[in-house]
């Protein structure tokens, strides 16, 4: 491992150069999943650096989730879990979340939820139409003054339909989009009168479209209650 955990120069924080020397090994694979680090003692010896500077960047890798410490085990590195990832984002969503990073979110779902529609019905299978089934169902029979009950079946369709398309990635980057969809809900349709009954009609023609394989009909379905998303939310920033 002397590759790795050769001396450190000074050119940087001794702390940052002995965190991203840990992680690129990580990242190239020669530190791999569960993999045991050498002991603190032994870091700073091959590293060349104080004990303080050792623990910062323990501490933020560990913190960052690309080694896990074990009191009297020692220390590992981690795997990496899609929710790990999605978690992060959804941190960032919560905390940027204004009228800008709304808009934003409008034009992201209207670029890729209709191709998601779209690959969703080529790839569905059986329990995929099931769960949109039941989300749909749901939605009509939730109690009309449970508006947040309402908008998370909402944010479970549109997970659901990227969930159907069979591609991680495609979840990992809309998953973080949907939680943010009850916030926006509550706030662009709080005055929209009837809205409800549209979301289930709307929902249950994408259903169809992905249910029979139209893919083209499934892309339009869902462009559509994206604009209108647009068209409202223009209206209350008015």
């Known amino acids: 491992m002397d590759e790795i955990f050769g001396k450190i120069g000074t050119a940087q924080t001794l702390s940052q150069k002995i965190e991203r020397r840990i992680e690129e090994a990580i990242r190239q694979k020669k530190l791999l999943v569960g993999t045991k680090l050498p002991s603190e003692r032994e870091l700073c010896e091959m590293f060349a650096v104080s004990r303080t500077a050792l623990r910062e960047a323990l501490r933020r890798l560990s913190a960052r989730g690309l080694i896990q410490?074990?009191?009297?085990?020692?220390?590992?590195?981690?795997?990496?879990?899609?929710?790990?990832?999605?978690?992060?984002?959804?941190?960032?969503?919560?905390?940027?979340?204004?009228?800008?990073?709304?808009?934003?979110?409008?034009?992201?779902?209207?670029?890729?939820?209709?191709?998601?529609?779209?690959?969703?019905?080529?790839?569905?299978?059986d329990e995929d139409l099931a769960a949109l089934n039941r989300n749909i169902a749901d939605l009509a029979d939730c109690d009309p003054d449970n508006t947040q009950m309402e908008a998370d079946i909402i944010n479970k369709f549109h997970l659901n339909v990227a969930k159907a398309t069979g591609n991680k990635v495609m979840i990992i980057s809309m998953e973080p989009i949907?939680?943010?969809?009850?916030?926006?809900?509550?706030?662009?349709?709080?005055?929209?009168?009837?809205?409800?009954?549209?979301?289930?009609?709307?929902h249950r023609a994408i259903y169809e479209a992905i249910r029979d394989k139209e893919g083209e009909?499934?892309?339009?379905?869902?462009?559509?209650?994206?604009?209108r998303t647009l068209e409202i939310y223009t209206q209350y920033l008015k």
């Open 178 to 202: 949907y939680s943010l969809l009850p916030r926006m809900r509550n706030l662009i349709y709080a005055n929209v009168d009837g809205e409800k009954d549209f979301t289930v009609k709307a």
């Open 69 to 125: 410490i074990k009191k009297g085990s020692g220390m590992f590195v981690s795997e990496l879990k899609i929710e790990d990832a999605i978690e992060s984002l959804n941190l960032y969503y919560d905390l940027s979340f204004d009228s800008d990073l709304i808009s934003q979110i409008i034009e992201v779902r209207r670029v890729f939820e209709p191709e998601i529609a779209r690959i969703a019905a080529a790839n569905r299978t």
């Open 217 to 227: 009909q499934a892309y339009k379905e869902m462009a559509g209650q994206i604009d």
